[in-house]
C-alpha cells in the first residue's frame, strides 16, 4: 500500500503475514516485500529520485537504478530482543542492506560512529527533526505543569519518575504504555497512580500540541542506556517546536542540540530540580516564541535538504546485482 505523505514522497506500507518475524514465515513475507516495492517503484518510473529504507527487517528490493539510502533509526543489533526480534535475522538483514546501499545515515553521532565500525564504511549523522513550528498565539496563558510525551516502557529512568511522583509538582503523561519487564511494570504502575500525575493514555496529535500549547516544561527522562545513547529522542524537539522549555536525560544527542531552552540532567534529583526551578518562572508568549524559534534550525524540512543532498551525491543506473560485493565487518 502506498501512501502519499508529500506530493512527490510516497510511504510504501509492505503488508505482511501474521508472525513475519518468525523463520518458517519469513521467506514468503520477504517475498510479498520485494513484489510491493518492485510494484510501486514501476508506477513511479524514471522519476524516482531515491529509495530510503529504515527498517531492521526489509531489504532493499534488486534491480533498481535509484540510489539506496540506509537509515539508522536505531540501534537495532543491541535492541532486537527488546522490539522481540531474532538478533541473527537482524544482523543478516542489515548487512545485506549495508552492502547495497549507496548512502549509509544514523540518526545520531553515537550511532553514527558505531556503525561505521561496524560496517567499515562512512556513516553520514541525519538527526531526527520537528514539525514547522506554528508562532504561539499572543495571549497564551502558560500553565505551570510538566509533560511527558511519547511511549512509557524500559527506556524511561524509573528512578526520576518515582522522584518526581514523590513531589507536588503536576505532571500530564501523554502515551501508551509499551513496557514488557515485571519490573518496568511495576515501577510504572507506581508512578502513574500517583495523586500529582495525570496519564491520559495513547492521544491524538491535536490533543498533544494543545496541552504542550500551555505546557511549562517538557520531560526527557531517559535512562543511560546503550540503546538510548544511540538515540535521537524525538520528544526534545517537539517540546521545542511547541515553545516549551526541556529538562532531559543526559545524552549525546541532547548535547548535539546545544539549546539554552534544554536544561541536561545528570542524576534524578537534579532532574527534579531543573523542573522545579522551571516551573518557578513564568514563560511569557515571547519566550515561547523565542524557544520556538530555536527549533527551525531543526524541522524536517532541514533534514529533508540534506537527505536529498546525500542521495543527488549517489546518482547511479548501475544494478546492485552488477557491483562488486562490498565487505562488511564484524564487532
Not at 135 to 153: F, I, K, M, R, W
Not at 181 to 197: I, Y
Request: charged share 20%; aromatic share 6%; glycine share 6%.
Amino acid at each position: 500500500m502506498s501512501e502519499s505523505v508529500a506530493p512527490t514522497v510516497s510511504r510504501l506500507r509492505v503488508p505482511s503475514l501474521p508472525g513475519f518475524s518468525r523463520p518458517l514465515v519469513r521467506r514468503s513475507t520477504e517475498a510479498i516485500a520485494r513484489w510491493t516495492m518492485r510494484s510501486a517503484a514501476r508506477k513511479v518510473g524514471e522519476g524516482l529520485a531515491g529509495v530510503v529504507n529504515a527498517s531492521p527487517l526489509v531489504h532493499f528490493p534488486p534491480g533498481l537504478s535509484a540510489p539506496r539510502l540506509l537509515h539508522l533509526t536505531d540501534d537495532w543489533l543491541s535492541s532486537a530482543e527488546l522490539m522481540g526480534l531474532s538478533r541473527t535475522h537482524v544482523e543478516r538483514v542489515l548487512t545485506s542492506n549495508i552492502a547495497a546501499a549507496d548512502v549509509i545515515t544514523a540518526v545520531s553521532p553515537v550511532l553514527a560512529q558505531k556503525y561505521s565500525e561496524f560496517s567499515g564504511r562512512k556513516v553520514e549523522f541525519l538527526p531526527n527533526g520537528c514539525r514547522t513550528p506554528v508562532p504561539a498565539e499572543s495571549g497564551t496563558v502558560s500553565q505551570p505543569v510538566a509533560v511527558l510525551v511519547g511511549q512509557l516502557n524500559e527506556r524511561l529512568d524509573f528512578a526520576t519518575l518515582n522522584d518526581l511522583g514523590k513531589t507536588e509538582i503536576p505532571v500530564i503523561v501523554l502515551g501508551p504504555r509499551t513496557d514488557r519487564e515485571p519490573s518496568a511494570r511495576r515501577s510504572l504502575d507506581e508512578f502513574l497512580s500517583r495523586p500529582n500525575v495525570d496519564w491520559r493514555g495513547e492521544v491524538s496529535p491535536l490533543e498533544v500540541a494543545r496541552v504542550l500549547g500551555t505546557a511549562a516544561i517538557g520531560l526527557t527522562p531517559y535512562t543511560a542506556s546503550e540503546f538510548n545513547r544511540s538515540s535521537f529522542p524525538l520528544k526534545t524537539l517537539e517540546y521545542l517546536a511547541s515553545g516549551v522549555p526541556v529538562v532531559a536525560a543526559d545524552l549525546p544527542a541532547t548535547r548535539w542540540i546545544g539549546s539554552d531552552f534544554v536544561k541536561i540532567a545528570t542524576t534524578p534529583r537534579d532532574f527534579v530540580g531543573l523542573v522545579r526551578s522551571g516551573l518557578e518562572k513564568e514563560l511569557t508568549c515571547d519566550q515561547r516564541r523565542r524557544i520556538q524559534s530555536s527549533a527551525q534550525q531543526h524541522t524536517w524540512d532541514v533534514r529533508a535538504e540534506k537527505l536529498l543532498s546525500l542521495l543527488g551525491r549517489q546518482q547511479t543506473t548501475e544494478p546492485v546485482s552488477q557491483r562488486a560485493p562490498r565487505h562488511i565487518g564484524s564487532k
